[in-house]
């Protein structure tokens, strides 16, 4: 699992780049759990790096979700039309468990 705090944005790309990568290569378990909730602020440059970081996980064997319940990380998923392919869990846990939480 990965916990995210803080602002990221492009400036902090590189270091989230490292971070989702290299923890998509190292996982053993079925799901990388991303956990948003700290997070304050987030760019489309996460999203992005988000998105790259699914398909290395899928190549991998794996699977990454989304643990977040920020209306601001829902509004830029809603724009970037990936709802669908980041869909919100409440907490680590229920991600874990592939229970999705209520859409806002």
């Known amino acids: 699992m990965v916990r995210m705090c803080g602002e990221f944005d492009i400036s902090s790309f ?11 290569q190292q996982t053993r378990d079925a799901w990388l ?5 700290p997070l304050t602020f987030m ?12 398909e290395h996980c899928e190549q991998a ?7 977040y319940d920020q209306p601001f990380i829902s509004r830029l998923l809603a724009l970037r039309g990936a ?3 980041f ?3 409440a907490t680590p ?12």
Not at 14 to 24: D, K, M, N, V, Y
Not at 47 to 54: D, F, I, P, V
Not at 61 to 67: P, S
């Open 14 to 24: 590189p270091q989230l780049t490292i971070l989702l990568r290299g923890t998509c």
């Open 33 to 37: 759990i991303v956990d948003l909730r």
């Open 43 to 54: 760019d489309s440059t996460v999203l992005r790096e988000l998105s790259t970081a699914q």
């Open 61 to 67: 064997g794996h699977g990454l979700r989304l643990v």
């Open 83 to 85: 709802t669908s392919q």
């Open 87 to 89: 869909p919100r869990y």
């Open 93 to 104: 846990d229920n991600a874990w468990a592939g229970r999705q939480a209520p859409k806002h």
